[in-house]
């Protein structure tokens, strides 16, 4: 096969079920390959349109990387940072189509057969996309679907200052314009298509300059989704956005930061320089804890959501309560929790996934106030599994992940169209999505201990109140 064949044949084809060689031991879980792309391919309106944008630079190909995944019923969306210039869409629902015509495909060559393409279709629309517009939506990382009311917690972090990493043999992307678009997040009504709600974060909240809105999870409160709790990269922050007083604030302590001992990373041929803080971020399924991680940083840390309800941005109360319970095997990017009390982790360093399973750490005290991560193990890994961004875990029983080759982006060479560079992959885990019940039952995560805890945020929100 020549080149161009090469890479039709390992790009174009969408759904690949790879069955992974098992290994020796029966029970290792078997991760498949759902999708995979050498270069992301966008649903233009037309081929007209998308030459237009490849002429004037604002669709630059090669710049374009998946990283963020959240499921709702069938349908798959992904995130594509505006990390670098000439990125079309941001936000995006994977489409399969029959494409007679492969001639305007990044790979394609004009006597392809058609092939069932796997594309990105611009969610909710192209008009979402535009940048400049503060209405739509400039740089999204994360979002959050809340499955019982099939709304998407849409985060976006404006179009503004990148990672702006200095070191030598890096692309350089000073050149993405700053400050162009305030924080906001906006929810979204998957069935009804429509927005529900948009809220602008203040610059009290955030800052200005430099900070990035990263990860998100949801903490609901009776059968509700009522607190975005949003992990800022950058800045080194916590930000809790309350929906139903449509309200915000912030905490930082030193364990958000970039840890200067983990900043240099080497996956594969690339070693990368890591000037990012507090990004993966999981909740409890009684929505009681949250759990997070830089992504320079091996140390895993928990806080009482209670307190970070109650304490309303005090960074003293915050530290006072924060625990660090254990250290990963190496820096992440994405975490999961499942509703069996199964954390799953990014391990950048493993060019994998490792899982702690909670309960199995309790202690003597089986309590979840003074768990420590003693035990962890390798999940799944393969030398393809280039930068594990984001973890989801469905209501079937699968973690589906991203692989999104971060590594490769921002090196020198950046991704190359002739070799596979992005998957989306699903394995089996047996448990389900953290928020699967929306008004948990108070089980065995809810010793006297956290009854308490819910009667003491009472009494702390009354006091404030
Ligand atoms: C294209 O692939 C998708 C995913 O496997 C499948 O659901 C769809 O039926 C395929 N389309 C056609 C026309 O074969
Ligand atoms: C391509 O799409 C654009 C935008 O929808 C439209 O204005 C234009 O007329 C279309 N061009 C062709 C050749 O279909
Ligand atoms: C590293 O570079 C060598 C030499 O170019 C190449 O053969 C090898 O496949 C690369 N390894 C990875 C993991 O990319
Ligand atoms: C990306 O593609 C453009 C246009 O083909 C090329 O000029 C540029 O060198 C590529 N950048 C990288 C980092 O590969």
Redesign the pocket.
Known sequence: MNLIQYAVSVTMISVIWVQMPSGADSESPVPLVVYQWNLLEFEW??D??KQANKASGEYIPNNSAINGIKLYKDKVFVTVPRLFPGVPSTLNVLVNVISPDMTSYNVASSNMPSLNVTLLRPYPNWEMQTLWNCDALQRVQSMEVDPHAGLMWIVDTGYRENMGNPAPGYRDVTTVPKDACPPKIIIFDINKHSIVHKYTFPSSVTGVGRFYLNDIVLGFENGAARYAYISDTLAFKIVVYDYKTDSSWAYSHPNMAADPVYMKLTIGNDTTTLVTGINGIALSPDYQYLYYSSVAGVGLHQIKTSVLISARGDNVKFAAAVRTIGSKVSPGDGMAYGSAHNLYYSALGKNGIYKWDVRKDLGSTGSFDSVEMKTQAKFVSDARMEWVDTLVIDGAGFLWFSTSRLNKLFSEGGVQRYEPNFYIWKVYVGDTNYMTAANPTLGAGSTPASILIISLSALFAAYLV
């Open positions: 309106p037309n007209t349109v």
